[in-house]
């Protein structure tokens, strides 16, 4: 989907109903490869519902492949995804910000928040903040300020 600022990839990792790790597919990643390369200039974020499997069999089982993907395409500035139900946003060593959406009705940890994630695009990055469901949890209203990475 492109944007005035940014053109949005969302990518499907449903690989089989009911089961845990996900799966992007050659299919895919040529796609993305080439949507990415056809699109050199502008910002791109990444939406794909798993998480990096790099650790254990719950993830994205094509991860390496994937990260390898993002990384080489320096318009990639954000990696957005879910599935493990905790709120974090991370920058890895070569300047993608990965962003772990909370859940959005019931968490696998105590202390988690639910709730959603407002985000506001700017020129030179994206502006994140956590509304809580409950908006007494600690979290609530918390912000992050992702700065793009240089392309």
């Known amino acids: 989907m492109e944007t005035a600022l940014v053109n949005w990839f969302i990518m499907d990792s449903l690989e089989e109903t009911a089961v845990t790790p996900g ?20 910002p791109a974020i990444v939406l794909v519902h798993h998480n990096p499997g790099l650790t254990g069999n719950l993830g994205l089982k094509d991860t390496v492949a994937f990260l390898e993907l993002i990384r080489s395409h ?9 599935h493990t139900h905790v709120w974090r946003v991370e920058k890895d060593a070569s300047g993608i910000y990965f962003v772990n959406l909370p859940a959005v009705s019931y ?33 609530h209203g918390q912000t992050h300020q992702l700065r793009w990475r240089e392309a």
Not at 29 to 34: E, F, S
Not at 108 to 136: H, I, N, Y
């Open 74 to 82: 320096k318009q990639v500035k954000a990696y957005i995804y879910g």
């Open 23 to 42: 799966l992007l597919g050659r299919d895919q990643l040529d796609w993305l490869a080439r949507s990415l390369d056809q699109r050199p200039t502008k």
């Open 107 to 139: 968490v696998f940890q105590d202390g988690e928040p639910t709730g959603w994630v407002e985000a506001k695009l700017r020129p030179d990055g994206m502006d994140l903040q956590l509304r809580c469901t409950d908006q007494s949890h600690k979290f």
